[in-house]
């Protein structure tokens, strides 16, 4: 009985194998047809374009901000969300996934009309604050924004829930410890790995987001627009040397981020 159970673990062993390599070929294939493709005469040639280290540029600093902005917003969000049940707190997170489904030239329509000239936002924050979104550094961050953000606040709430032990919290309450002072110095470290994993996600889904971005700020163009352009005007032998560049760029800076947030984990195998 036990060689036979042996076999079929075994089996499905293999099974669960294969599946998992051809979803690796899958991603794998047309990244590798992309970075052989231009060569690296064409990448140089590429790279020394004013306007591609532009626009790149251009996509890591708003993709920063875009970071910075939800860990700041985000992150009390993720600690409400993952403390004790409150009226409306599926409501809550429902409304955090939205932007998950909702099609991104939807959702930069609906940013348009919230952020645009005439928009309920854009216009009073141009009038009190001198803030334009329409076309702008800030329009590129909010689009970035809107996209990105649950990414951030669900794995945070995951870090909150996972991470911290309750009755730790309780005992520094009990010991005299204000709200803020254990948030910093109990809640923070002991959630720092799914914050880390929420600005790693949020970095890499706003520095790759396109349609909302090109609904609200098409100029000045990030990467993946000013990208698009040079093969809607030159073909894909342009374009291709601007994407790789892009990507060895992101790539090196999602390993970076990865890294720096989950280290190295000890993890316990299931076994076959």
């Keep these: 009985m036990d060689a036979v159970a042996a076999r079929r673990g075994s089996t499905l062993y293999l099974l669960f194998w294969f599946a998992g390599s051809l979803a690796l070929a899958f991603i794998v294939i047309p990244l590798v047809e992309l970075l052989v493709q231009p060569g690296l005469a064409g990448v140089v040639r590429t790279a020394r374009l004013p306007d591609v280290r532009s626009a790149i540029g ?24 993952a403390g004790r049940a409150f009226p409306g707190k599926g409501l809550i997170e429902a409304v955090v996934d939205l932007p998950l489904t909702v099609p991104h030239t939807v959702a930069g329509i609906a ?3 919230a952020f645009g000239r005439e928009g309920v936002l854009g216009a009073p924050a141009a009038e009190w604050l001198g803030l334009r979104f329409w076309g702008t550094f800030a329009g590129i961050v909010v689009a970035m924004l809107f996209v990105s953000l649950p990414y951030l606040v669900n794995a945070a709430r995951v870090g909150f829930e996972e991470g911290v032990d309750p009755h730790l919290v309780k005992v520094a309450r009990t010991l005299g410890a204000r709200p803020g002072r254990v948030f910093v110095r109990i809640v923070l470290p002991l959630a720092w ?3 880390m994993a929420g600005v790693t996600l949020t970095f890499a889904r706003a520095i790759s987001e396109f349609a909302s971005v090109a609904m609200l700020a098409y100029y000045p163009m990030t990467a993946p627009i000013r990208i698009y352009e040079m093969f809607l005007r030159f ?38």
Excluded: E, K, N
């Design 58 to 81: 251009l996509s890591l600093a708003a993709a920063a901000a875009t970071a910075a902005i939800a860990t700041a917003i985000g992150v009390p969000l993720a600690w409400m969300l």
């Design 111 to 113: 940013l348009l009309l």
């Design 193 to 195: 790995r799914g914050i």
């Design 235 to 272: 073909g894909l032998s342009d374009a291709v040397g601007a994407a790789v560049l892009f990507l060895v760029i992101v790539l090196v800076l999602f390993v970076v981020l990865r890294q720096f947030a989950y280290g190295r984990r000890r993890t316990r195998g299931f076994g076959r």
